[in-house]
């Protein structure tokens, strides 16, 4: 621990954020500025046409914007599959057909409403199992198959594996679509700045990326374009695709005159993507000692509309399928696939979650059948130091698996009997405790380009007053631009509060990729920690001000090998384990979640505060999402809408307890041992409290959300109710 | 200049008396809403569910919020009393425990600093978490209109789901409880899918007294709320708690009486099924608990 390093220091955007100084996107104003409503689409599968001039007529409309006026109609994350505004086909009820640009927000509402569609229905397919099925209503006309994408991995001889195994458990799994419900939906405003740029200023991941997208759009120079972020009150992925940043760099084009936009919450769940759902079939096998021989899995996500981070999201899932073990025979089979259903892509964990939750369920049912300790079990089976992955390739160094699993069953009271189940609170309730591992890679994989920049200026005459570090990495509420001033500070042996970090905008700061993958601390944390230290140097050489930019360059990963899946699929990863506590009313059905532990190997801590923020919130999302959230689209339209029917978990129901063990083994590549944490705090938790219901009440669970009507009939089932 | 997402424009009127709010009523007919804490009446003109060309907010008229008991006469609520208001106020704790039980149950600590016990009754929602207690209390309405004050039986004001015994400019200034008969005790047992925040899946309100007029000796009131149009009291259930002795077997009797009372209908919160069985199990837990109350203070 550092003199900064390792400290609980006071956020740097905390006292801004508590006095309400801080503008959020939706605060953000100009002088003159319009206001832009959408239209979104009203059916999940047509053809339509479309009569604008009923609105165009409104007094005070300065435009009704659709696909027409688009230089180049296509964007997206990975690749350009989505129209900016649907022309004549819509594929999802998250489809926007047009804008209108008006004097006031009310005058856009009122004239957008004067749009007239028609449209003629197509046939809508929204399960992926079905719509993967030759003769299925096809979603892009260009594309021969609704697949949009199918990876493999072939390691071994599963059919020796499993003839080898004493005990083999095969089951089916299936997690929902996910709303990632972050504070304040989307907003921001776009102007011409003084330089004649087209400007956004709003709130994002990866505002380098956004200008990328636009400027294809829009068919501009990317010098021409430039994208300002103000910080999120949360994104948890959902921020990752472009959202109103495309339609105001439009308008404010096409215009010449400011606007802004706000999205509703109900467009906001309508307009952003989503956590993909997963059909899941999982195999495994092991000797009556525990040791696992063969895994089979077969995935199939739901894409919906379009492709958004569906490809890479798979590749993950496919990867992550056989947990943080060493299994020698591995057969994975995964697709992603195009449904009406509204278009799914990052959110926290992307495909961890969904991988984690088969594999984990799996083990704990493989324990049971073999008279195991779960605990035991896995024990028997984490990667070590020079484990070789299904890739074929050895795990990079710093495998804290094995160190967080230990941690978390001392800490909880697990022993070689077992857990140790508090006392119920009525005498009809049952408690369990649950377990599960987890793992997760950090920074980009499987070959996508991964670097990270950062310019540090150091300000001063005898010693260094200031150091301003530009760097292009989106605070999105998870506390980034403390522990990048944290690094800074450390780095340059100055106080913590000499640091600012620089308002984030790409014609100012450099590009340091996106706020997902849990990512920043390991690639933009290098990126500080490399200016610093070269900043430094010239400080000492007698530069005033200094000045140096670096761009930190990870290990290289390279992509699935079609055939076999042979690659090597990441530089760094994060490992954590969990232990779920509940208590289950037999006579409702009601499964509270009490008590939970967690242990993360996040590498060293760079602040402790931040890292068990995470934590709490990473366990109260996954608690969400395995009790709680349940995103109900029929037919291709949404029947959730709003916060009032799509329910998170509140502060009431989050466990009293959530104890966070910090494991440092120090990642060798990471910022002073530094890796990530953001995503693996919420991937594990759900299979642990479907683990602890099954130790309560003896039933497995296979999908999500387990609500207390599910599990009232399984209990009524079974018998076991009283 | 700020754009929300929002409401659209509208007056608003800050009332100060009774008369100057019926007489607005009356002005403007449906363009009119009274408000109160606004926690349902502002999000449901955000959603273009209502839209009224002004709200006129009555919770500063005299007495509006206050809360007065008398030993012997009872209790009178002000219909702006917020949900804290009531759930923290020393008489409505010692003397109706079960209302103020039920007004801490609705949504979430700062909504019940806004919402009040009033708009929860005029909004006649069959998920309403206080109309069962104030049902099962045998609560009596104050409605000021053109032709001065009335009272009414709280049972006689919900004719459907949103529909009251209101005449045109007629409003709700108060509610009133009788002084309670004497060991009598309260239970209020409510289901939701998240812990705050949630309307109610069920709500199961039960009130119990010692009754000499009664074959059991006692009798019990149970009201059901948002498992049918209106919240409703399960008079079969009763009427078995009023004939049988007390006890187990009469408590499941009476359980299943009152879910053979329920209609709910399936929708994404939850199914019919899972409802009706959730009224069983919430009145039979009730019954028990109010029955040890009772028990308890007769020793």
């Not at chain 2, 006469?73 to 208001?85: E, P, V, Y």
């Not at chain 2, 009133?176 to 047992?189: D, E, I």
Request: charged share 20%.
């Amino acid at each position: 621990m550092g003199k900064v390093l390792g400290q609980p220091v006071v956020r740097n955007d905390a006292l801004d954020k508590v006095t309400g100084r801080l503008k959020y996107p939706g605060d953000l104003n100009m002088p003159g500025q319009l206001y832009a409503k959408m239209l979104w689409s009203k059916r999940p599968h047509a053809r339509f046409q479309m009569d604008t001039s009923e609105a165009e007529a409104v007094s005070g409309v300065m435009a009704v914007l659709t696909a027409k006026d688009v230089p180049r109609n296509e964007f997206g994350l990975i690749f350009p599959d989505q129209p900016v505004f649907n022309f004549d086909v819509v594929r999802s009820v998250g489809d926007p057909i047009a804008m209108v640009v008006a004097e006031t927000e009310k005058i856009a509402a009122l004239a957008r409403d004067l749009i007239r569609v028609d449209y003629e229905d197509l046939p809508v397919v929204t399960d992926p199992r079905e719509a993967m099925k030759p003769g299925a209503p096809v979603i892009h006309e260009k594309k021969p198959s609704n697949i949009l994408k199918s990876y493999r991995i072939r390691k071994g001889d599963v059919q020796k594996g499993f003839a080898e195994a004493d005990a083999i458990v095969e089951d089916d799994y299936f997690m929902p679509l996910t709303e990632h419900a972050f504070l304040q939906p989307e907003a921001g405003i776009g102007y011409i700045d003084d330089e004649g740029r087209v400007t956004v200023h709003s709130a994002g991941q990866w505002a380098h990326d956004d200008r990328r997208q636009i400027a294809h759009a829009l068919d501009l120079p990317e010098d021409q374009v430039r994208v300002i972020y103000t910080p999120a009150g949360g994104a948890f992925g959902g921020r990752e695709d472009l959202s109103v940043q495309l339609v105001l760099a439009l308008a404010a084009w096409k215009l010449k005159r400011p606007l802004k936009i706000v999205w509703s919450r109900e467009e906001s769940i309508r307009g952003h993507h989503k956590r993909h759902a997963f059909y899941i079939h999982h195999k495994v096998g092991a000797t009556k000692d525990g040791k696992i021989t063969a895994m089979e899995v077969e995935i199939v996500a739901d894409c919906g509309a379009y492709a958004s981070s569906s490809t890479p999201v798979l590749a993950n899932a496919v990867l992550l399928s056989t947990g943080p073990y060493r299994v020698p025979n591995v057969n994975v089979d995964g697709c992603v696939v195009y449904t009406n259903n509204l278009r799914t892509g990052a959110m926290r964990g992307f495909g961890a979650p969904q991988a984690v939750f088969a594999v984990e369920l799996q083990l704990s049912k493989l324990a049971e059948k073999l008279g195991i300790d779960p605990a035991t079990l896995r024990l028997k089976n984490v990667l070590v130091e020079g484990s070789k992955l299904a890739t074929n390739t050895v795990v990079p160094a710093g495998v804290g698996i094995r160190q967080t699993l230990l941690e978390v069953t001392e800490t909880s009271g697990w022993s070689d009997q077992g857990p140790q189940r508090p006392p119920a609170h009525a005498p009809h309730a049952r408690t369990g405790v649950g377990l599960a591992c987890g793992w997760k890679n950090v920074g980009y994989s499987f070959g996508f380009p991964e670097q990270a920049s950062c310019t540090a200026e150091l300000y001063g005459e005898q010693h260094i007053e200031r150091a301003v570090i530009k760097i292009g990495a989106a605070e999105v509420g998870q506390g980034l631009n403390t522990i990048l001033a944290q690094i800074a500070a450390e780095t340059l042996h100055i106080p913590y509060e000499a640091v600012e970090i620089a308002e984030l905008d790409t014609s100012v700061v450099p590009d340091a990729g996106s706020s997902s993958a849990s990512r920043h601390a390991f690639m933009s944390g290098n990126a500080v920690k490399g200016a610093c230290e070269r900043a430094l140097e010239a400080w000492q050489r007698g530069e005033r001000p200094a000045m140096m930019t670096y761009q930190y360059l990870p290990p290289k990963t390279t992509p699935f090998d079609p055939q076999t899946g042979e690659c090597y699929p990441n530089f760094s990863y994060g490992y954590a384990s969990q232990i779920a506590e509940v208590e289950v009313d037999l006579e409702t059905g009601d499964v509270a979640l009490t008590r939970v532990f967690a242990a993360h190997d996040a590498g060293k801590t760079i602040n402790p505060q931040t890292l068990e923020g995470q934590v709490d919130g990473g366990v109260v999302m996954a608690q969400g999402w395995a009790l709680i959230e349940d995103f109900i689209q029929q037919d291709g339209y949404i029947k959730t809408r709003r916060l009032s029917e799509y329910l998170i978990p509140t502060s009431m129901d989050a466990p009293r307890d959530i104890v966070s063990c910090l494991v440092e083994v120090a990642d060798p590549l990471g910022p002073y041992g530094a890796r990530g944490v953001g995503e693996m705090t919420m991937m594990l938790l759900a299979p642990a409290i479907l683990d602890a219901i099954h130790d309560a009440t003896g039933i497995w669970f296979n999908r999500i959300p387990v609500k207390a009507e599910d599990v009232l009939l399984a209990l009524k089932r079974t018998g076991s109710q009283r | 200049m700020l754009a929300r997402p929002g409401l659209p424009s509208f007056d608003y009127i800050r009332a100060s008396t009774a008369q100057e709010v019926v007489r607005l009523l009356k002005e403007h007919g449906e363009g009119a809403r009274l408000m109160m804490g606004g926690t349902d009446l502002l999000v449901r003109m955000r959603q273009g569910d209502v839209r009224p060309k002004i709200v006129v907010d009555v919770k500063h008229l005299p007495g509006m919020s206050e809360i007065l008991y008398e030993e012997g006469a009872g209790l009178t609520i002000g219909a702006a009393a917020t949900m804290n208001q009531v759930a923290k106020h020393p008489a409505v704790r010692a003397h109706y425990p079960l209302l103020a039980e039920a007004a801490n149950s609705v949504a979430s600590y700062q909504v019940r600093n806004r919402a009040t016990v009033g708009g929860n009754l005029c909004n006649a929602s069959p998920c309403a978490d206080t109309t069962p207690a104030i049902l099962a209390l045998e609560g009596r309405l104050v409605l000021y209109g053109p032709n001065g004050e009335r009272e009414l039986p709280a049972k006689e004001f919900f004719l459907g789901p949103g529909q009251t015994a209101l005449q045109p400019g007629e409003f709700l200034t108060a509610m009133r409880f009788p002084q309670l008969p004497s060991g009598s005790a309260g239970k209020y047992l409510k289901l939701g899918r998240s812990k705050a925040g949630d309307l109610s899946l069920v709500g199961v309100a039960i009130f119990g007294f010692p009754d000499e007029t009664t074959s059991s000796g006692y009798r019990f009131r149970i009201v059901l709320g948002s498992v049918a149009p209106v919240v409703l009291r399960a008079l079969e259930a009763e009427q078995v708690l009023a004939s049988q002795p007390p006890g187990d077997e009469t408590f499941a009797l009476a359980a299943q009486r009152a879910m053979e009372a329920a209609t709910p209908i399936d929708d994404v919160r939850g199914s019919a099924v899972y409802q009706k069985a959730m009224v069983r199990t919430l009145t039979l837990r009730g019954l028990r608990d109010v029955w040890e109350q009772l028990a308890g203070r007769k020793e």
